[in-house]
């Protein structure tokens, strides 16, 4: 052996218990590696089923919430002194009261003149100018 291999040798290896040296970067841990099958491949079967997982939740919370603002779609805002006149007329089928808003339809559709076009609905609301009780 020759100088030079005996100072290789004799260089001290880092006690793996020791304080880790502050000059060196600490290595930081790579998170979970993709599993792989038995041949070790990707598992494009179990991602494919995952993302369909996804995508089908997704779609479906969208779907329910158009069918469930589906109710006030449709609805024509009407004034109050004609909302009135609905009401002594009796053609109010059915009413719900949201906060300051009613919420109706009528037994038969109605015309109403809207940017100067005829417009037929049967739902219909009307801000109340105040809350009774």
Known sequence: MNDGEKNISRRKKPNQHSQPDKKRPRIMQSPKKMKKDSNGEFQWKKAARTL?????????????????????????SVSYSQYVKFLEEGKIA????????????LKEEEISQQSGKSVKFRRFKVLLPFKNG
């Open 52 to 76: 369909s997982f996804w995508v089908f939740l997704i779609a479906g919370s969208i779907l329910l919430s158009q069918i469930f603002r589906f109710d006030q779609a449709g609805e024509q």
């Open 94 to 105: 059915e009413a719900k009261i949201i906060d300051l808003e009613f919420h109706g339809s």
